[in-house]
């Protein structure tokens, strides 16, 4: 059976810190992991990582992939309070994205 | 707002009621979802239709019933549901489920039910 597993799930910081979010898996077949944002409605998309070792970065966001540990990390570099949002995780294999449960990160003034 | 259209956007019904959620996209697209979330929770899959067949069913009650009438539109067909159903229903679609890697999938903001 496929497994996700986020952590922390939880995260409450001031603005200007730096986070780490952690993202383990197994699933069948993989084929590559997503990160996804989701404030109140849709999910919105953020990296695809397919190939280990290769960073994405995105302004103040960054991710990377590790198969044979069969972990993903995202970093946030100097946070604001409109990062705060939940993040998730979601590998592809055989099941098209099994989404972990995501870290809530809360962001302080 | 997303590419993704999802109507209505919020739905209450009784346990006796027939209702239909609607999903729409015109990217091209030819894989389509139906996720279920509940507060607090991530997504859950329901439905994968591609090129229009159903190819993913996740062990869905038959009370929720999907269509997919063409490449742009998905339904999702509601009957004789119960109040632990409410929930946020969430569509996606993506260029191709089988490809490797798999498409980016695009959400929409979802339609959130109460089942009263």
């Known amino acids: 059976e496929d497994k996700v597993v986020q952590s922390p799930l939880s995260l409450v910081v001031h603005e200007g810190d730096t986070v780490t979010l952690n993202c383990s898996y197994e699933?069948?077949?993989?084929?590559?992991l997503l990160w996804y944002k989701q404030e109140k409605k849709a999910p919105t998309f953020l990296f695809m990582l397919?190939?280990?070792?290769i960073e994405k970065k995105s302004g103040r966001l960054s991710s990377i992939l590790d198969k044979k540990e069969l972990f993903s990390i995202l970093n946030i570099t100097a946070t604001q309070t409109g990062d705060s949002a939940v993040y998730l995780c979601a590998p592809s294999g055989n099941t098209p994205l099994v989404f972990g449960k995501g870290t809530r990160l809360s962001v302080i003034a | 707002d997303t590419e993704v259209t999802q109507t209505p956007k919020h739905l209450v019904m009784g346990m006796t009621n027939k209702k239909s959620l609607k999903c729409e996209q015109h990217m091209g697209h030819r894989a389509m979802y139906w996720y279920k979330q509940k507060a607090k929770k991530p997504p859950e899959l329901m439905f994968v239709?591609?090129?229009?067949?159903?190819?993913i069913n996740e062990s869905v009650p038959s009370r929720f019933s999907p269509e997919c009438p063409n490449s742009s539109l998905l339904n999702l067909h509601l009957h004789a549901l119960q109040p632990e159903d409410s929930a946020l229903y969430l569509c996606?679609?993506?260029?191709?489920?089988?490809?490797?890697?798999?498409?980016?999938?695009?959400f929409g903001n979802g339609t959130r039910l109460t089942v009263t």
């Open positions: 397919t190939s280990s070792g």
């Open positions: 996606a679609s993506s260029q191709d489920m089988d490809s490797s890697p798999p498409g980016i999938l695009h």
């Open positions: 699933v069948t077949n993989f084929r590559s």
């Open positions: 239709y591609s090129y229009e067949k159903l190819s």
